[in-house]
């Protein structure tokens, strides 16, 4: 267990509401990440945060935001979730550059 | 823009045999990663490989790293049913943070 926790783990909603998922770590890293699993693609990097509001964008970002106002809590809104965002979202934790990420449970999001 | 590819996607054999499942990346990088995920679960860190020549070994796995052939191997020795589960590497291409660029996972059946 590397002290990460998703809210909520499952979620059903209706195109065009916003939906706001949130990684909650225990351990004080510097880093965190949010990815979505698809089948056939892997895990693919949505956003990240090296430190408190230093974000930026991965290889799927369009359509998604962050924030990172304190070190133990990252956030991901989808501003009008659509269903090609229907996937599992993974949040990640690093210690330092170099080492391995570790993963939250995930939440399951299911776009109507 | 970088390709990770894995093969085989699907990979069905028997226990006590041998297996070589192949990560090839596209552009350079001396970072690389293997997970393990098992059906509806998160991802599990097996080996961190951080440099070209690198090998690790955990119980009936070994994987290794060759950055100038862009390969990564995980060599999975006399399987056994416990080792089921999708296997994932990831390549780092990140300079402010670590970006991890997934492969599409090898599923991994061990038949008794």
């Known amino acids: 267990d590397a002290g990460i926790t998703q809210s909520p783990r499952h979620k059903v909603t209706e195109t065009g509401t916003p939906v706001t998922l949130r990684c909650h770590q225990t351990?004080?890293?510097?880093?965190m990440y949010w990815y979505r699993q698809d089948p056939g693609h892997g895990l693919r990097l949505i956003h990240y945060?090296?430190?408190?509001?230093?974000?930026d964008k991965g290889e799927v970002s369009d359509g998604y935001s962050v924030s990172r106002s304190k070190t133990e809590d990252f956030l991901l809104t989808l501003e009008s979730a659509t269903s090609s965002q229907t996937s599992v979202y993974f949040c990640?934790?690093?210690?330092?550059?170099?080492?391995?990420?570790?993963f939250g449970p995930g939440t399951r999001l299911t776009v109507t | 823009e970088l390709k990770v590819e894995q093969n085989p996607l699907f990979l069905s054999m028997q226990e006590g045999k041998n297996y070589t499942i192949y990560c090839n990346y596209s552009t350079t990088s001396d970072r690389l990663y293997w997970y393990r995920q098992d059906p509806g679960k998160s991802l599990e860190s097996l080996f961190v490989?951080?440099?070209?020549?690198a090998v690790k070994q955990e119980g009936r796995l070994m994987a290794s790293l060759d950055t100038k052939a862009r390969l990564s191997t995980l060599h999975i020795t006399a399987a056994v049913h416990d080792l089921s589960a999708t296997y994932f590497c990831a390549v780092d291409m990140g300079n402010t943070g670590n970006q991890f660029y997934f492969g599409t996972g090898t599923s991994l059946t061990v038949i008794p």
């Open positions: 990640a934790i690093q210690a330092r550059l170099d080492y391995e990420q570790y």
């Open positions: 351990e004080n890293h510097r880093y």
């Open positions: 945060s090296y430190g408190v509001k230093d974000t």
């Open positions: 490989l951080l440099s070209n020549g």
